[in-house]
């Protein structure tokens, strides 16, 4: 993966991005620009009043108006259902339909959340499965497509970040040559914030039975200076 810096951090032998997490602007550059977002450079990232595009630049800034889209209840709903640990994709239509089936909107600077299933999947899983997944090279995961069609659709909504309960937002694994991925695309040209392994089970079965969908979002990130994630520290308040 191109990164520039390590894409991981290191604080205290404890990994930000070992569970829930925000990826930050410097997570990756893309694969051909070999920049980050707004044109910074690798050495750009770093300590100091000088640094760009450091997750510490979000501590306490992380507060806005939450939509979850659940869309793997409404394709359950649908009669189909895709196997959330597998690398199968939710299309933007997909979304589309979810979000109009529980009749939200997507409003301009909304922190979008949205429901694969895959961290149910998982956590339902036998010790053994969970074995069997654990080394990076054999995790399958699900995700939401990486099409320019979708990336349009959060651009032109003007969607201030979105967050996932599976490990990559995309599907695990993606290519990490194609240009097209939706990590180049949201974070180092579009300068959109991506969460992975958020805990939403419990919040989809809470907008179910109330049938809202809309939410406030407090998130706290950590305030390391240089970092390129962290963890979310995030709650919704309905």
Not at 96 to 110: I, M
Request: proline residues 5%; charged residues 25%; negative net charge.
């Amino acid at each position: 993966m191109p990164q520039f810096p390590d894409a991981r951090d290191s604080l205290d032998n404890y990994n930000t991005q070992e569970g829930s997490q925000w990826d930050g602007l410097a997570h990756v550059g893309h694969v051909r620009h070999r920049k980050f977002y707004n044109g910074v450079t690798d050495d750009q990232v770093k300590d100091g009043p000088e640094g760009k595009l450091s997750i510490h630049k979000w501590a306490n800034r992380v507060v806005g108006r939450g939509t979850l889209i659940d869309v793997r209840k409404f394709t359950q709903d649908k009669g189909r259902p895709l196997d959330p640990l597998s690398s199968a994709t939710y299309k933007l239509k997909d979304l589309q339909d979810a979000l109009a089936a529980q009749k939200a909107t997507l409003k301009p600077g909304s922190i979008l959340l949205v429901r694969t299933g895959w961290l149910g999947a998982y956590v339902a899983a036998s010790a053994e499965q969970k074995k069997a997944m654990a080394p990076l090279e054999a995790l399958k995961s699900c995700g939401i497509e990486a099409t320019s069609a979708l990336v349009g659709w959060l651009w032109d909504s003007r969607v201030a970040a979105i967050g996932t309960d599976c490990p990559a937002v995309e599907q695990w694994p993606w290519d990490f040559k194609d240009e097209g991925a939706l990590h180049y695309r949201a974070l180092s040209m579009l300068g959109l914030p991506l969460g992975e392994q958020f805990v939403l089970d419990d919040l989809a079965a809470d907008c179910a039975a109330d049938n809202r969908y809309e939410f406030m979002v407090v998130s706290v990130p950590m305030n390391l200076e240089g970092g390129i994630a962290t963890p979310p520290n995030a709650v919704a308040i309905k």
